[in-house]
């Protein structure tokens, strides 16, 4: 699989909810430190700053006590203008003296009665060297340990018990007589401000070490700055909430869109299922999953034949209309979960077959290929098949690795072995793999090899089989590779012919053989007619009859020292531009003959329609067993058909003398086979043309 589209896929399919969560509670438990941090802080210098302010006040209150008692004054009168209750108690905690202290929680048994238990928010608790008690009546702060706690949720739940309304004081004694002032700003004197006082008491130790001052102290707080602070809270908490929200909204939508970008980018157009980039990707990670399993995988690459075709006589929308209905089809024959289908585009479709061996998924297989065949009733379909098997036992350790890419190539490359456009499965093997490594082979040096003049001409004779006479002979190309060796044409004729490399092979073929009849008429040799063959993907060219003059023009040679060879199958395609080709050839001078006569097709129908010159009868006709007549009969007849028709007969292939002396009665005009020779070199054909053909002994 492409590897950079497998990565975007990898990000893609990466949902990141793992992380994403611990990021949530991380953030909730960092915000929820922060902010109890901050009402810790704020609210223990808050409390103790308010408590400090309390408590010089009842400093003030002992110091006045402790000097009455040392002068012997009564001082409750002086301590009477603090307003507040406060009692004295001596080192066993008995009261000295009690001023409306009725809610002092300090007493042993008031401080029994209360117990109630403290929330367990201990919110603003902090040390303080001053001895806190509370008060019986709202008991929301008390001291244990040097540590002073307020129930702050229980304030917060019960504000109005500790609300109190008192006249505002903010203006200086000063101000308040200015009237003048007053009526500037319109300043009324009933303006009153609302206060929260939290009662508490607090002790401190008299001078002598052991008895205690305790007087009523509040924690006062302006309301209007409590509904700001709970604002602020609530605010920042609204606000951390708020963020929350939007980062869980969006982690949700990154994942639905992530999602639906996966559905685009793993849907078929056509089909509106799978694509070849599900195949890979899917098809990769069920192998992987599944590798250890024991199971046998096949890649299969299912080509409906012909699609093409069948869009330009219909339309492609019906094209398109009948790739779906064959994609469901076979998507309803596979095991969806463990088996992928997939329409790779065209005419291709992608298929991950489980389980099965060779010959099982053969006929699954098989029997898709019978349903999808006919999806229409109005056509029966051709489909062919290129499957690559990863077996169990011996990719279990690869499929690791596995390149899903790379094996669709080989079940493609099977399927394009089956050539022909009939229905066929077929298996990938290693020999298709060296097959194509040729091919890439002979493709890369060809043209070096032209250049180079590494392709040779052999020459095998034709013998006239009555009189053993040199009569022509057939140019046949070798090549002579410095890094293969020696090349037959039959490993490299069809590779040309694939590749359209095979026109400037017939040119090159054509210009020396022209070039060595010239030497050779030049240096006196018996020349005789040498044929040339000329690869039926040639014949397409409208000019090719001029191409073949001029090229024999440039060597200066004789016409009719070159004979035209052309395959039966070239008659097929177009008849009329063969026709006008062979007319041109033969108004040139040249001789045409048909090869291989008798091979394949029947000719019998070209022969009524090509003015040809000579009948090459394929080699076909004297292999095997001459068993009796019938194919001496076939042969005899051939021959009496090209006579009536004005036509020269070679027969090629032959082997031995029988077969010589037979075609030698029936009026065959020439012989090439290796009874006489095979293809040989210029020079030993040089040798061949001065001298009599002299038969072995
Ligand atoms: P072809 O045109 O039918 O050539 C005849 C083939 O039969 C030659 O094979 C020749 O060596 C072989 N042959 C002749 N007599 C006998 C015999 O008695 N016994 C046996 N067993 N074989 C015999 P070659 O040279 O291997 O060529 C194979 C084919 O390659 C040719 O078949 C032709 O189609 C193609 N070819 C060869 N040279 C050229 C070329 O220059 N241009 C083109 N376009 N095709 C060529
Ligand atoms: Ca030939
Ligand atoms: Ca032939």
């Known amino acids: 699989m492409a590897g950079k589209n497998k990565k975007r896929v990898k990000e893609l399919k990466k949902s990141y909810t793992w992380i994403w969560l611990i990021v949530f509670v991380l953030l909730i438990i960092i915000s929820c430190v922060m902010v109890s941090v901050f009402a810790l802080v704020y609210g223990s210098s808050f409390v103790s700053g308010k408590l400090d302010g309390e408590r010089s006040i009842v400093e003030n209150m002992a110091s006045v006590y402790e000097a009455g008692v040392k002068r012997g004054d009564d001082t409750s009168e002086t301590l009477s203008a603090f307003k507040r209750g406060y009692l004295i108690l001596d080192g066993e905690r008995n009261i000295v003296y009690s001023e409306s202290a009725d809610t002092c929680g300090a007493l042993k048994d008031r401080e029994e009665a209360d117990n109630r238990e403290y929330m367990s928010v201990e919110i603003g608790a902090f040390v303080y060297d001053a001895d806190v008690y509370p008060d019986t009546e709202y008991p929301v702060i008390r001291q244990e340990d040097d540590e002073v706690t307020v129930d702050i949720l229980h304030i917060l739940q019960n504000t109005d018990s500790y609300i109190v309304e008192s006249e505002r004081d903010m203006f200086t004694e000063d101000e308040l007589n200015d009237a003048e002032l007053l009526e500037e700003i319109g300043f009324i004197n009933e303006s009153r401000e609302r206060k929260m006082m939290i009662p508490l008491w607090m002790g401190l130790k008299l001078s002598d ?13 302006e309301v209007s700055d409590l509904v700001l602070l709970i604002t602020v809270i609530a605010g920042v908490f609204l606000l951390v909430l708020a963020s929350y929200v939007v980062m869980i909204i969006n982690i949700i939508s990154g994942i639905s869109r992530r999602r639906k970008t996966l559905r685009v980018f793993f849907t078929d157009a056509v089909t509106q299922g799978h694509n070849y980039m599900y195949f890979l990707y899917e098809g990769e990670e069920l192998i992987k999953k599944y590798r250890n399993r024991g199971v046998n995988y096949h890649v299969v690459d299912l080509d409906f034949v012909g699609y093409r075709n069948f869009c330009v006589c219909h339309s492609a929308e019906e094209g398109e209309r009948v790739t779906t209905r064959i994609y469901q089809e076979i998507r309803d024959k596979m095991d969806r979960r463990k088996e992928i289908c997939a329409h790779v585009g065209g005419e291709s479709f992608a298929l991950l077959l489980r389980d099965g061996d060779k010959e099982t998924v053969r006929s699954r297989i098989q029997s898709i290929m019978d349903i999808v065949s006919h999806v229409t009733d109005d056509h029966v379909f051709v489909f062919q098949a290129g499957i690559e098997t990863l077996e169990a036992d011996a990719n279990a350790a690869e499929r690791k690795y596995i390149d899903m890419g790379e094996v669709y190539n080989k079940a493609c490359a099977a399927r394009e072995s089956l050539n022909s456009d009939d229905p066929g499965i077929a298996f990938f093997d290693k020999k298709l793999i060296e097959d194509r490594r040729w091919e890439d082979n002979v493709q890369e040096h060809q043209q070096a090899a032209l250049i180079n003049e590494e392709f040779v001409v052999y020459y095998q004779p034709k013998y006239d089989p009555r009189t053993d006479e040199l009569r022509g002979a057939e140019a046949l190309i070798r090549w002579q590779s410095p890094d293969f060796g020696f090349v037959p044409p039959g ?5 040309f012919e694939k590749n359209g490399f095979i026109t400037e092979i017939d040119h090159y073929m054509v210009s020396h053989v022209a070039r060595d009849q010239k030497r050779w008429l030049d240096a006196g040799f018996k020349c005789v007619p040498v044929s040339v ?24 040679t004789p016409h009719e020292l070159l004979e035209i060879e052309l395959t039966e199958s070239a ?18 001078g040249f001789a045409v003959s048909m090869d291989d006569f008798g091979s394949g097709y029947s000719s019998l129908n070209s022969l009524k ?8 009868l394929d080699a076909e006709f004297f292999r095997g067993e001459t068993d009796g007549n019938r194919g001496e009969i076939v042969v005899s007849e051939a021959i009496q058909l090209a006579k009536k028709l004005n036509m020269r007969t070679v027969a090629e292939g032959v082997e031995i003398r029988d077969q010589v002396d ?3 009665t029936q009026g065959c005009d020439m012989i090439q086979g290796y009874f006489y020779a095979k293809p040989m070199p210029g020079e030993e054909y040089e040798v061949r043309m001065n001298e009599r053909y002299k038969p072995k002994e």
């Open 609 to 616: 329609d090509m003015p040809l010159d000579v009948l090459k």
């Open 662 to 664: 037979f075609l030698a």
């Open 571 to 588: 008659f097929f395609d177009d008849k009329k531009a063969m026709i006008n080709t062979i007319e041109k050839l033969k108004s040139y």
């Open 533 to 556: 063959n000329i690869s039926r993907a040639h014949f397409i060219e409208s000019d090719l009859a001029e191409q073949i003059r001029d090229l024999v023009d440039a060597e200066g």
């Open 209 to 221: 070490g052991r008895s205690e001052f305790i007087a009523k102290s509040y924690i006062s707080v």
């Open 491 to 495: 490993r490299m004729i069809p590779i």
